[in-house]
C-alpha cells in the first residue's frame, strides 16, 4: 500500500491519519511462507518533523505459524507499535527514499517479522513428535521403546550393556 506524503510539505498540514486495513496472503519470514489469518489493520499517522516524516501507529494481525516441535498450525495474534522516520538522505537509522510515496506494507511486515517468536511452539509444554515413528505424542504415547540408540553408537552400547559390574 502506497501512501504520498507530498502534502505534509505544507506547513498548514502537518499530519496525516491513516487508517487502514490490507489483505495479504502470505509473506516470506527467510525460512517459509507464513500465512495471515486475518487482514492486517494499522491505525496511525505520517507526520512531519522537520525534514523526516514520522510513520507512528499500531499493527494488528494473526498469522499462522507451524509449531518447532510437532509441526501442526496454530494462530499467532502479532500486535506491534512502529515508529519510523522516513526520508531522502541516507542516514542509516532512517527509511531512505527518493520519491514522496512510501511503501507502508513493507515496513508493516518487516515489524511483523520482527515480532515472530524464534521458538515457534504451539502451546509451552508442546511434546513433539516421537523421533522413531513420528507420532504426535500430544496425542498419547507411541509404542517404540523409550531407549533409542542411533544407529552409529549401536555397538559402543552393545559393549556397556555387555559388561558387568564387579
Same mark, same amino acid.
Given at each position: 500500500?502506497?501512501?504520498?506524503?507530498?502534502?505534509?510539505?505544507?506547513?498548514?498540514?502537518?499530519?496525516?491519519?491513516?487508517?487502514?486495513?490490507?489483505?495479504?496472503?502470505?509473506?516470506?519470514?527467510?525460512?517459509e511462507m507464513v500465512k495471515y489469518s486475518?487482514?492486517?489493520?494499522?491505525?496511525?499517522?505520517?507526520?512531519?518533523?522537520? +525534514?523526516? $516524516? /514520522?510513520?507512528?501507529?499500531?499493527?494488528?494481525?494473526? &498469522?499462522?505459524?507451524? !509449531?518447532?516441535?510437532?509441526? =501442526?498450525?496454530?494462530?499467532?495474534?502479532?500486535?506491534?507499535?512502529?515508529?519510523?522516520?522516513?526520508?531522502?538522505?541516507?542516514?542509516c537509522e532512517i527509511i531512505s527514499t527518493?520519491?514522496?510515496?512510501?511503501?507502508?506494507? +513493507?515496513? $508493516? /511486515?518487516?515489524?511483523?517479522?520482527?515480532?515472530?517468536? &524464534?521458538?515457534?511452539? !504451539?502451546?509451552?509444554?508442546? =511434546?513433539?513428535?516421537?523421533?522413531?515413528?513420528?507420532?504426535?505424542?500430544?496425542?498419547?504415547?507411541?509404542?517404540?521403546?523409550?531407549?533409542?540408540?542411533?544407529?552409529?553408537?549401536?555397538?559402543?552400547?552393545?559393549?556397556?550393556?555387555?559388561?558387568?559390574?564387579?
Amino acid at each position: 500500500m502506497i501512501i504520498n506524503f507530498k502534502d505534509l510539505n505544507d506547513k498548514n498540514y502537518e499530519r496525516k491519519n491513516i487508517d487502514i486495513e490490507i489483505e495479504k496472503d502470505k509473506f516470506y519470514d527467510g525460512s517459509e511462507m507464513v500465512k495471515y489469518s486475518k487482514p492486517i489493520k494499522f491505525n496511525g499517522f505520517l507526520r512531519r518533523k522537520k +525534514e523526516v $516524516i /514520522e510513520l507512528v501507529g499500531d499493527v494488528d494481525t494473526e &498469522v499462522l505459524l507451524n !509449531c518447532s516441535r510437532c509441526t =501442526k498450525a496454530f494462530s499467532y495474534e502479532v500486535k506491534v507499535h512502529i515508529e519510523e522516520e522516513i526520508s531522502n538522505t541516507d542516514d542509516c537509522e532512517i527509511i531512505s527514499t527518493n520519491t514522496e510515496n512510501i511503501d507502508i506494507y +513493507e515496513i $508493516i /511486515e518487516n515489524s511483523i517479522l520482527l515480532e515472530l517468536p &524464534v521458538k515457534r511452539l !504451539c502451546k509451552e509444554d508442546c =511434546k513433539g513428535l516421537c523421533q522413531t515413528c513420528g507420532k504426535d505424542l500430544n496425542l498419547g504415547q507411541c509404542s517404540c521403546t523409550d531407549f533409542y540408540v542411533d544407529p552409529r553408537l549401536e555397538k559402543l552400547s552393545q559393549m556397556f550393556s555387555n559388561h558387568k559390574e564387579v
